[in-house]
């Protein structure tokens, strides 16, 4: 006798999240977004300044500006913990103060297997 073994396919969901940020620091803390491997991720990104953001490890870099939201919108294919952090214009930098890479985390993609 066979037995038959069904494996039911896990299909990427798509995960939308927000980020706002005033005077380069996100309003609610920083977050952490959990998605899981091959999921869609969108974060917009509200501003109430001009600001260069860089997710870490996926090389994506996006712009936001008051009147413009950014978009960042990737497939999570790699596992792990990822800063996303603005260039530039966090305030730290604009005091003076040495923050690593020269930039700070506004929020975290936390990307685990399937």
């Known amino acids: 006798m066979l037995l ?7 299909e990427a969901a798509e995960q939308q999240f927000q980020l ?3 005077a380069g620091s996100p309003e609610n ?4 977004f959990k998605v899981r ?9 509200s501003t109430d300044r001009k600001a260069e953001l860089h997710l870490h490890g996926y090389d994506v870099k996006i712009a936001a500006q008051p009147a413009l939201p950014g978009q960042l919108d990737f497939i999570a294919k790699i596992s792990g913990r990822f800063p996303l952090t603005i260039h530039s214009h966090h305030p730290a930098n604009q005091k003076g103060l040495k923050l690593t890479g020269g ?3 506004v929020a975290y ?6």
């Open 4 to 10: 038959g073994i069904s494996i039911a396919a896990v």
């Open 20 to 22: 706002s940020l005033k």
């Open 29 to 32: 803390g920083v977050q952490t």
């Open 37 to 45: 491997q091959n999921d869609r991720v969108l974060v917009t990104i």
């Open 103 to 105: 930039h700070g985390a």
């Open 109 to 114: 993609v936390e990307v685990h297997p399937k």
